[in-house]
C-alpha cells in the first residue's frame, strides 16, 4: 500500500481496499484529497420476482440485497448523504461521475445539483451487445447514463480534449458512447462459474472517462468498488486509487484482479495534451521580443499578404487587426487561428508563426522548472 502525505499531514491509503460503509470511510478520509470520483451506486431496480427467457431459463438479474431500498425516500437520503461525503474529498478543482440507468439516474442528477455540484455533461453509454427485453412489453434497454460533474461552477476541472479526439481518430468525441458491456475474458466468475459481479463495468468504460478527466498521478476514488473496474484502469494508466467496498466476496475478487494488473510503460502513459492548457503567448511578445520585425511580411495559406505592425497587429489591404481577426477576413470566414494561418520567410522557406509561439512556451517551462 502507499502512502501519500497531503498539505494537511494526513496519509491517503493509495491504491487500497478499505473495507466497510462508504459514508462512513469517507468522512474518515481527509478533505480535500481526491482528483475525481467516479460512482457505480446501487440502481435500486424494485424488481418484482423473477425474471425468466422465453425458454423459462432464470435471469441472473440484480436482485442482491445492496440494491434492496424500502422507499424512494430512503434510496435519496442515501444518495444524499454519500454524494455529500463524496463533495468534501474532492479538491477544490476535482470533479465526479456518476453512472445509472432510468430506474435512479435522474435522481442522482437532482441531488447532485441540489449540492452544487456543476453539470458538465451527461453521456449515454449505448451498449453494442444490450440484454434482450424477454417479455416484449417495453423498449429493449439498451443504454446507461453516466452524468459528469465538477465540484461546484468555479472549478477548473480536467478534460484531456485533445487526447480524446485522438482516441476517436481525429474526431471531436461526443457524448454517446458505443462500447459492449463486460463480457468474455474480462467477465470476473467466483468458484462456482458464475459471475463475481452482477453490473461489472467493462474496462473500456473507465479507460476513456480516466484517459479524459484525469493525469497520470492523480487520485482517483470509487466508493463502491465492486470487483474493482476503477482501480485496475487506473492502475493501468499510472493513477493512483482508492477502493471502498463493504462486500467481502468483491473485495477479494477485486484484490486478486488487481494483483494480476501491469502498470503501462511510462511512454505509453503519454497522452496528446491540450493546447487550451498551454501558456497563452500574445502575438505582440513575438513582436516586442524580435522575431519578427514591425514591417516584415507574413503570406496566409491562400497567399494574402500582411505587414506585421509595431503593437503586434497586421495591416492588410484595407483592414488591420488581430492576426486571427485579418486571417477571418481575408478568408471571408466567422473565425481563424492566426498562428497556423499566418507564416514567415526563413532561409526560403515559409514556417509558421506558431514555431515562434512554441519556441517562447518551451522557454517558459524551462524557467519554471528552474529551481529557485
Same mark, same amino acid.
Given at each position: 500500500?502507499?502512502?501519500?502525505?497531503?498539505?494537511?499531514?494526513?496519509?491517503?491509503?493509495?491504491?487500497?481496499?478499505?473495507?466497510?460503509?462508504?459514508?462512513e470511510?469517507?468522512?474518515?478520509?481527509?478533505?480535500?484529497?481526491?482528483?475525481?470520483?467516479?460512482?457505480?451506486?446501487?440502481?435500486?431496480?424494485?424488481?418484482?420476482?423473477?425474471?425468466?427467457?422465453?425458454?423459462?431459463?432464470?435471469?441472473?438479474?440484480? !436482485?442482491?440485497?445492496? *440494491?434492496?431500498f424500502?422507499s424512494? /425516500?430512503?434510496?435519496?437520503?442515501?444518495?444524499? #448523504?454519500? @454524494?455529500? +461525503?463524496?463533495?468534501?474529498?474532492?479538491?477544490?478543482?476535482?470533479?465526479?461521475?456518476?453512472?445509472?440507468?432510468?430506474?435512479?439516474v435522474?435522481?442522482?442528477?437532482?441531488?447532485?445539483q441540489?449540492?452544487?455540484?456543476?453539470?458538465?455533461?451527461?453521456?449515454?453509454?449505448?451498449?453494442?451487445?444490450?440484454?434482450?427485453?424477454?417479455?416484449?412489453?417495453?423498449?429493449?434497454?439498451?443504454?446507461?447514463?453516466?452524468?459528469?460533474?465538477?465540484?461546484?461552477?468555479?472549478?477548473?476541472?480536467?478534460?484531456n480534449?485533445?487526447?480524446?479526439?485522438?482516441?476517436?481518430?481525429?474526431?471531436?468525441?461526443?457524448?454517446?458512447w458505443?462500447?459492449?458491456i463486460?463480457?468474455?475474458?474480462?467477465?470476473?466468475? !467466483?468458484?462456482?462459474? *458464475?459471475?463475481?459481479?452482477?453490473? /461489472?463495468?467493462?474496462?473500456?468504460?473507465?479507460? #476513456?472517462? @480516466?484517459? +479524459?478527466?484525469?493525469?497520470?498521478?492523480?487520485?482517483?476514488?470509487?466508493?463502491?468498488?465492486?470487483?474493482?473496474?476503477?482501480?485496475?484502469?487506473?492502475?493501468?494508466?499510472?493513477?493512483?486509487?482508492?477502493?471502498?467496498?463493504?462486500?467481502?466476496?468483491?473485495?477479494?475478487?477485486?484484490?486478486?484482479?488487481?494483483?494480476?494488473?501491469?502498470?503501462?510503460?511510462?511512454?505509453?502513459l503519454?497522452?496528446?495534451?491540450?493546447?487550451?492548457?498551454?501558456?497563452?503567448?500574445?502575438?505582440?511578445?513575438?513582436?516586442?521580443?524580435?522575431?519578427?520585425?514591425?514591417?516584415?511580411?507574413?503570406?496566409?495559406?491562400?497567399?494574402?499578404?500582411?505587414?506585421?505592425?509595431?503593437?503586434?497587429?497586421?495591416?492588410?489591404?484595407?483592414?488591420?487587426?488581430?492576426?486571427?481577426?485579418?486571417?477571418?477576413?481575408?478568408?471571408?470566414?466567422?473565425?481563424?487561428?492566426?498562428?497556423?494561418?499566418?507564416?514567415f520567410?526563413?532561409?526560403?522557406?515559409?514556417?509558421?508563426?506558431?514555431?515562434?509561439?512554441?519556441?517562447?512556451?518551451?522557454?517558459?517551462?524551462?524557467?519554471?522548472?528552474?529551481?529557485?
Amino acid at each position: 500500500m502507499t502512502i501519500r502525505k497531503t498539505a494537511a499531514e494526513v496519509t491517503l491509503p493509495l491504491n487500497h481496499i478499505l473495507a466497510g460503509d462508504c459514508v462512513e470511510v469517507m468522512d474518515s478520509l481527509p478533505a480535500g484529497s481526491i482528483d475525481l470520483i467516479f460512482a457505480d451506486p446501487p440502481y435500486n431496480l424494485q424488481l418484482k420476482g423473477e425474471l425468466h427467457r422465453p425458454d423459462m431459463s432464470r435471469v441472473d438479474a440484480v !436482485d442482491d440485497h445492496w *440494491d434492496q431500498f424500502s422507499s424512494f /425516500q430512503a434510496y435519496d437520503d442515501f444518495t444524499r #448523504r454519500w @454524494l455529500k +461525503a463524496a463533495k468534501r474529498l474532492l479538491k477544490p478543482h476535482g470533479a465526479i461521475w456518476v453512472i445509472g440507468s432510468y430506474h435512479n439516474v435522474f435522481r442522482l442528477g437532482a441531488e447532485l445539483q441540489n449540492q452544487g455540484f456543476w453539470l458538465l455533461n451527461d453521456v449515454v453509454w449505448r451498449k453494442s451487445n444490450p440484454m434482450p427485453n424477454f417479455k416484449g412489453k417495453r423498449l429493449t434497454n439498451a443504454h446507461e447514463t453516466l452524468i459528469w460533474a465538477s465540484r461546484d461552477q468555479a472549478a477548473k476541472y480536467t478534460f484531456n480534449y485533445e487526447a480524446l479526439k485522438a482516441l476517436n481518430e481525429g474526431i471531436q468525441m461526443r457524448s454517446d458512447w458505443v462500447l459492449p458491456i463486460c463480457t468474455g475474458h474480462e467477465r470476473l466468475k !467466483d468458484e462456482n462459474g *458464475d459471475k463475481a459481479h452482477p453490473t /461489472q463495468k467493462p474496462e473500456a468504460l473507465l479507460h #476513456r472517462i @480516466l484517459l +479524459a478527466t484525469t493525469n497520470p498521478g492523480d487520485v482517483v476514488l470509487d466508493p463502491f468498488f465492486g470487483t474493482g473496474t476503477t482501480g485496475a484502469v487506473a492502475k493501468m494508466l499510472g493513477r493512483d486509487f482508492i477502493g471502498i467496498e463493504r462486500e467481502v466476496a468483491y473485495r477479494r475478487a477485486a484484490a486478486e484482479r488487481l494483483a494480476r494488473v501491469r502498470k503501462f510503460d511510462a511512454s505509453a502513459l503519454e497522452i496528446t495534451g491540450s493546447k487550451r492548457s498551454e501558456p497563452r503567448v500574445p502575438f505582440g511578445q513575438v513582436v516586442e521580443r524580435g522575431m519578427l520585425r514591425p514591417g516584415e511580411e507574413l503570406v496566409g495559406l491562400r497567399g494574402h499578404v500582411v505587414k506585421v505592425r509595431a503593437d503586434g497587429t497586421l495591416a492588410g489591404k484595407d483592414m488591420t487587426g488581430s492576426i486571427h481577426q485579418v486571417g477571418a477576413a481575408m478568408e471571408g470566414a466567422p473565425s481563424c487561428n492566426g498562428w497556423t494561418y499566418w507564416h514567415f520567410k526563413r532561409d526560403g522557406k515559409m514556417v509558421p508563426i506558431d514555431i515562434l509561439r512554441q519556441q517562447i512556451r518551451a522557454e517558459m517551462e524551462a524557467e519554471a522548472a528552474r529551481p529557485n
